[in-house]
């Protein structure tokens, strides 16, 4: 297939691209390089089924191309990066998600949202099922990612029952692996920088918040299956392993062998107390997924390319 991947310079997207491009397809790679890396596709560059186009999906793209599926990865998705880009997000998950549609739409293709577990808010129902309707501040600062991402999924089902797209809504939890930005702002990635520096190890809040934590191998094999299926309907992927942001700060003091020490910080507005996927809806939609590796092998891998990553 040829495959349209907006975002595909970020963390999930190139790893998606090296995934799909194995696979024996051709990718088309977008991205606008705010939140993303040439880094993380140079090794592409030159193959003659990879192209990249530096553009921002919020505005129309233009694309003579055959493409038989699009991807729609584009998105600031930590903290820091929708903070910092309130606008330039909820633009995205808007005129973005629809101008990716539209592509889908003229080409006749399939389409996959990547959606977020934000959607859920900061949840009253533990764990997370899809059929939960979350609990989002839409005017609270977390709420232009949140909303954002709600309205793309709103869009998305409009295009698939007005138009007969076959779409797929994939609702992301915690992922981690090679190739997330050192000040990407999310837990482990700020845990392993800090740790590997020998500086104190934030934590917000007493760290009894708890996360669940998913290695991109298993998203990336989550959202393969996905692709192939017929499900219309939005469906989480994630790890259902919970653990406490101090024990995630803890275990990646271990893992380093780093004498930083915990420090305390107040608790961001809005930031969830719970979250954890429900995975029934994946492990029967899609051929009985679910996460293979272990968090222990999953932090080693990922404190080492962090080590590599900090010598360049």
């Known amino acids: 297939m040829i495959?349209?991947?907006?975002?595909?310079?970020?963390?999930?997207?190139?790893?998606?691209?090296?995934?799909?491009?194995?696979d024996g397809n051709q990718i088309i790679c977008v991205d606008n390089l705010i939140t993303g890396s040439a880094r993380n596709i140079a090794h592409l560059k030159g193959r003659t089924d990879f192209r990249f186009i530096q553009h921002n999906i919020s505005e129309p793209l233009d694309l003579p191309d055959k493409v038989d599926y699009v991807l729609h990865f584009a998105s600031p998705a930590s903290p820091p990066d929708y903070l910092k880009y309130p606008i330039q997000t909820m633009?995205?998950?808007?005129?973005?998600?629809?101008?990716?549609?539209g592509i889908a739409k003229i080409k006749q293709a399939r389409f996959l949202l990547a959606s977020t577990s934000e959607t859920y808010g900061d949840p009253q129902v533990?764990?997370?099922?899809?059929?939960?309707?979350?609990?989002?501040?839409?005017?609270?600062?977390r709420g232009v990612y949140d909303e954002a991402k709600r309205f793309a999924e709103a869009l998305t089902m409009a295009y698939h029952r007005e138009h007969g797209i076959q779409t797929h809504i994939l609702r992301i939890?915690?992922?981690y692996g090679p190739r997330m930005r050192m000040n990407d702002g999310r837990a482990i990635p700020s845990f392993i920088t800090q740790a590997l520096r020998g500086e104190d190890i934030t934590v917000y809040g007493d760290g009894s918040q708890t996360r669940s934590f998913c290695y991109i191998d298993d998203l990336v094999e989550g959202i393969t299956r996905l692709m192939a299926s017929t499900y219309a309907l939005p469906v989480n992927i994630g790890n259902p392993e919970e653990y406490t942001i101090l024990e995630m700060a803890n275990?990646?003091?271990?893992v380093t062998g780093s004498k930083s020490k915990v420090v305390y910080r107040p608790l961001p507005q809005d930031d969830p107390k719970q979250r954890c996927p429900?995975?029934?809806?994946?492990?029967?939609?899609?051929?009985?997924?679910?996460?293979?590796?272990s968090l222990a092998a999953g932090l080693e891998r990922t404190v080492n390319w962090f080590k590599e990553a900090m010598k360049q």
């Open 91 to 101: 633009k995205v998950g808007s005129l973005g998600t629809l101008n990716a549609l």
């Open 278 to 293: 429900n995975i029934t809806l994946a492990g029967q939609q899609l051929g009985g997924w679910k996460p293979d590796m």
């Open 126 to 141: 533990h764990p997370q099922t899809e059929s939960y309707w979350g609990h989002v501040n839409p005017v609270g600062p």
């Open 251 to 254: 275990r990646i003091i271990k």
């Open 3 to 22: 495959i349209l991947i907006t975002g595909g310079a970020g963390f999930l997207g190139s790893h998606l691209c090296d995934r799909l491009l194995g």
């Open 173 to 175: 939890f915690n992922t």
